[in-house]
């Protein structure tokens, strides 16, 4: 058996058996102290989809911190996003990274995006018993099908379940007011902008309602942080791109 288990091509499968005390994991004692991360909102356009969150980290009542990121290029063609514990899901968003690599370099060729989906659904499942501490963390996983040539997107639920969504999907404690923002101005078959600005302003919304999510912060010049994924790859809009477009959004209110 453990010869088969060396032959996997899974980096979490190998860490798991030669060191599993690097394993994403906390002490339970910590877990009122943990900073948590929302909101996160993709959307797909005509050539491609759309990931951004918002920069806010709660601990209760308290703003943890102001400019967290959280959304991250998975790899070449795909775009992961978190909200829940932020110090777990750093480190299981740096594990799929290195999942990512781990398989592309023992096989010789990349996941198919149906692949790297159902690998990040395994990492959220091997966090099962974080999540019933109150660790929960739930990512949501876009991405450029070289196949398909489409954009697509993928949400999650705390026990690994994948789902595909169909136009735009939202996660976290602001996730209702961002769906129910872009049911209104989301253009399926829109260009990149249309759709940049219709995930800005969900977020705008969230944040109107949700107290643990951050809106634009023109005092501090901080914004939302916007990655894209197409058949050129990954792309993170530049922060003076994307304060240009914030603006834009609220002449629009």
């Keep these: 058996m453990s010869g088969v288990g060396e032959l996997s091509s899974s980096f979490s499968q190998f860490v798991a058996r030669v060191a599993p005390e690097a394993l994403p994991r906390v002490d339970a004692e910590h877990v009122q102290l943990a900073p948590h991360g929302t909101t996160i909102v993709a959307a797909s356009y005509a050539d491609g989809v759309v990931m951004a969150g918002d920069r806010r980290a709660t601990m ?38 290195v999942e990512l690599q781990h398989y592309e370099k023992l096989e010789g060729v990349a996941l198919s995006l149906d692949g790297k989906a159902n690998r990040l659904g395994s990492l959220v499942r091997g966090n099962l018993e974080l999540a019933l501490r109150g660790l929960a963390v739930i990512p949501m996983f876009a991405g450029w099908d070289v196949d398909r040539r489409v ?56 944040a109107d309602d949700d107290s643990a999510t951050g809106g634009p912060d023109l005092a501090r010049s901080i914004f939302p942080v916007v990655m894209t994924a197409s058949a050129a790859g990954v792309r993170q809009l530049p922060t003076s791109d994307v304060a240009d477009l914030t603006t834009r959004v609220l002449e629009m209110l």
């Design 60 to 97: 209760g009542s308290l703003i943890a911190q102001r400019d967290i990121e959280k959304v991250f290029g998975a790899d070449e063609f795909s775009i992961v996003g978190i909200a829940g514990a932020a110090g777990i899901a750093m480190e299981l968003v740096r594990l799929f990274q």
């Design 151 to 206: 954009g697509r997107i993928f949400s999650y639920d705390a026990t690994g379940g994948r789902y595909e969504e169909t136009g735009f999907h939202a996660v976290g404690s602001g996730a209702a007011f961002a769906r129910g923002s872009m049911k209104k101005t989301h253009q399926p078959g829109g260009d990149e902008t249309s759709a940049v600005l219709s995930v800005i302003r969900s977020l705008y919304d969230a």
